[in-house]
């Protein structure tokens, strides 16, 4: 699989290292160092609790860019 980061054309290699079946999802990295200059770590915090508002980022099915939507956490 190939990936590039926005805005740019150049594609580097990804490879899959784990698939959520369950929700459509899967974790990919890139090996090559030039893929991650510039790139901050995402920091996460402490895990919301119920009821609590939520924003989920991801791409619509077909879509290219990625959408931000708001929910709450039911479950």
Known sequence: M???RRG????F???????????????LTV???????GVEPV????LPHL?????????VCGASLLKNLAFFKNK
Not at 8 to 11: A, F, M, N
Not at 43 to 46: A, D, E, M
Not at 51 to 59: A, E, F, K, P, Y
């Open 2 to 4: 190939k990936v590039r």
């Open 8 to 11: 740019s054309d150049t594609k």
């Open 13 to 27: 290699v990804a490879t899959v290292l784990a698939i959520g079946t369950e929700c459509d999802i899967a974790m």
């Open 31 to 37: 090996k090559d160092d030039t893929f991650w200059q």
């Open 43 to 46: 920091r996460f915090g402490t």
């Open 51 to 59: 009821q609590d508002s939520i924003l989920v980022i991801g791409c």
